[in-house]
């Protein structure tokens, strides 16, 4: 059963950085696609950004130009580096592939002054 471990959250001031990393165990890494997803308090979860098994990215309007998403093959792991951080990026992140697993504990950001 694929598992997902989320880690790399933490408290931060506006306009600052994180890098979030997710190990996945159980899959068949190297040819998925995975995704990094968030949830607000009160909002539904959202994908955030995405990158396929031959390394083609795609982001949500919301974060592009502030966020990048990578992988290690060898390592199965996802990245999501983060930069410029909003208060409105505050959310609990969690990273899934494609087609979609059980969901991990996911990693809280929180962006505030």
């Known amino acids: 059963q694929v598992q997902f471990v989320e880690s790399g959250g933490g408290l931060v001031q506006p306009g600052g950085s994180l890098r979030l990393s997710c190990v996945v165990s159980?899959?068949?890494?190297?040819?998925?696609?995975m995704g990094w997803y968030r949830q607000a308090p009160g909002k539904q979860r959202e994908l955030v950004a995405v990158?396929?098994?031959?390394?083609?990215?795609n982001y949500a309007d919301s974060v592009k130009g502030r966020v990048t998403i990578s992988r290690d093959n060898d390592k199965t792991t996802v990245y999501l580096q983060m930069n410029g951080l909003k208060p409105e990026d505050t959310a609990v992140y969690y990273c899934?592939?494609?087609?979609?697993?059980?969901w991990g504990q996911g990693t809280q950001v929180t962006v505030s002054s």
């Open positions: 990158i396929t098994s031959s390394g083609s990215t």
């Open positions: 159980g899959s068949l890494f190297r040819i998925y696609a």
């Open positions: 899934n592939q494609n087609p979609l697993g059980s």
